[in-house]
C-alpha cells in the first residue's frame, strides 16, 4: 500500500470501529477494495471483504465488538481469556487460520496482562517467552503471543493465536 492508501485505510477503520459508520470501502496500493460491513441485524458482529483478481470478494475476517462487562458476555469465546472491564474485540482470520482479540483501555493494564498470563498458564499453555511488555504461550502447534500497546491517549492488550506452518500446511493438505 502507498502512504495514502494506508491512511486511507486506517481513517477508514477508525470511523468504523468507533460505529460512525455501518460501511467502509477502501483501496489498496494494488487497487483492490476492501470492505468493512457491521451486521444490522446485530451491530456488535462485522466483517471484511477483500476482491480478488477475479473481482469477486471473499470474507477475510470476521469479529465482534463486546462492550466491558465485569464477566463473559453469553457470545464471548469460551477458549479465550477475558478481561473484566475492557471492551474486547475477537477477530477470526479464515485463511490465515488465525485469531485476534483487543482487550482496549483495561482499568490497569499491567494487572490485566498478568491476569491473562495466568488464564493461559492454567489452560495448558506454556510461556516460551515471558519477559516484559510481551508474553508467547505455546501449546501443541499453536502458539499465542500476548503484547501491551500503549499510545497516546489508549493502552490495548493484543492477544495472538497463529498454527504453526506444519500444523497449517498439514490442514491446507487434507
Known sequence: MTQDSRTLAREAI????????????????????????????????????????????????????????????????????????????????????????????????????ADVREQLEDTGWVGVQTDGPKAVYQKGNVTRTLVIFSGGERTDLVLTEELSEGEDEAAQGA
Do not use: C
Open 14 to 113: 477508525r470511523r468504523f470501529e468507533s460505529g460512525t459508520t455501518d460501511f467502509e470501502e477502501f483501496f489498496d496500493a494494488r487497487g483492490a477494495r476492501t470492505l468493512m460491513i457491521r451486521d444490522q441485524e446485530d451491530p456488535r458482529f462485522f466483517r471484511m471483504e477483500t476482491e480478488t483478481k477475479s473481482h469477486d470478494f471473499v470474507v477475510t475476517m470476521t469479529g465482534m465488538k463486546l462492550d466491558p462487562e465485569g464477566r463473559p458476555p453469553r457470545d464471548y469465546p469460551r477458549e479465550v481469556p477475558f478481561v473484566p472491564l475492557a471492551t474486547a474485540v475477537v477477530m477470526l482470520m479464515p485463511f490465515s487460520r488465525s485469531t485476534m482479540v483487543r482487550w482496549e483501555n483495561p482499568p490497569d493494564p499491567a494487572a490485566a496482562f
